[in-house]
């Protein structure tokens, strides 16, 4: 299944070298889990906004169920989320970047 994912921009380094993982590093270069031990995904592509990259993911084999913590304004859209199971950068494509350069940025390293 293809969902989406948006984050920051700061983030796309770390994703396209690591995907989308549960923790985050600290600035004393301790790791935290995130408190919600899931990654979140839409079902349909968001609209472009600053600072924001949209990545579009590939699911497949992964097992992803439907969020039931929150519901989307958009009835056209579902969200989705993968607990305790990071997504690698081989399934992630960066699909939207409307504040960054995309020619400083190689996908796939």
């Known amino acids: 299944m293809k969902l989406y994912h948006s984050t ?8 396209l070298n690591r ?7 600290n600035a004393d270069g301790t790791e935290q889990l995130s ?22 993911v590939d699911t497949t084999g992964l097992l992803v169920i439907e969020d039931d913590t929150d519901v989307s ?3 056209e859209d579902t969200w989705w989320v993968a607990y305790c ?16 350069d995309f020619s400083s940025v190689s ?3």
Do not use: C, H
Not at 8 to 15: H, M, Q, V
Not at 35 to 56: L, R
């Open 8 to 15: 920051a921009t700061e983030n796309r380094l770390s994703i």
């Open 19 to 25: 995907g989308l993982v549960l923790s985050i590093t």
């Open 35 to 56: 408190i919600t031990g899931g990654v979140f995904f839409s079902s349909k592509q968001p609209e472009p906004a600053e600072q924001i990259d949209i990545w579009e």
């Open 73 to 75: 304004l958009d009835p």
């Open 85 to 100: 199971q990071p997504i690698g950068p081989e399934r992630l494509t960066l699909l939207e970047a409307v504040s960054g």
């Open 107 to 109: 996908q796939g390293g």
